[in-house]
């Protein structure tokens, strides 16, 4: 079984995930790939080649300009998403056909979005409060609420997301992440167990 694991910025999927790894369940970090795919000169070219030279500094890919440039600019959004997509894509193949799990995780910011939820046969959305999320983005990575405010409109609201999960992890700080997450372990190797 793959499973898609996502959520909004400062939503604290990465937390979640984690602890996935210590349910002994591989994770697969997409955001982390596609890092490790725009480093590659073939690619560092491309973008170049179609949204300048600026975005390079020291041969490597200003990631900060890169992401001014992406979200704000649609196009250069697909332009990044066509360029890096289909690489994690075909990694993540990989990645699944070396595990002996009963489900492995996907961690990707922009499942719903991208339509990218179609390939798994069960998602995990993690929610916060829109506040919750500006205030541990600023403390995480000094932006600005302006700076997250225009990353956020990138991304799809909550309640749109909500209508296409199949499991939901509430992670306001107010609610324990543990339960939530051991009851869907919990399901996910009952759904696993059934089809094998």
């Known amino acids: 079984m793959i499973v898609g694991l996502t959520g909004g910025i400062g939503s604290g999927k990465s937390t979640v995930a984690k602890i996935f790894e210590l349910l002994r369940i591989p994770v697969f970090y997409a955001d982390d790939e596609a890092k490790l795919i725009l480093d590659q000169p073939e690619v560092q070219k491309k973008l170049v080649d179609h949204l300048g030279d600026h975005l390079l500094v020291n041969q490597k890919i200003d990631r900060k300009a890169l992401a001014d440039e992406i979200f704000n600019n649609n196009q250069s959004l697909a332009f990044v998403n066509q360029l890096v997509h289909p690489a994690v894509a075909e990694k993540f193949k990989t990645f699944g056909l070396?595990?002996?799990?009963?489900?492995?995780?996907?961690?990707?910011?922009?499942?719903f979005e991208t339509g990218g939820y179609k390939k798994f046969n069960a998602t995990i959305l993690v929610t916060a409060p829109v506040e919750v999320r500006i205030n541990r983005l600023k403390m995480r990575d000094q932006s600005t609420e302006e700076q997250i405010v225009a990353r956020m409109k990138n991304q799809w609201d909550d309640e749109?997301?909500?209508?296409?999960?199949?499991?939901?992890?509430?992670?306001?700080?107010t609610q324990l992440i543990l339960p939530q997450i051991m009851r869907i372990h919990e399901n996910l190797i009952r759904i696993s167990n059934s089809a094998s």
């Open 160 to 173: 749109k997301k909500l209508q296409l999960a199949d499991y939901h992890i509430i992670n306001d700080g």
């Open 98 to 111: 070396n595990q002996v799990a009963p489900y492995v995780l996907q961690e990707a910011a922009i499942l």
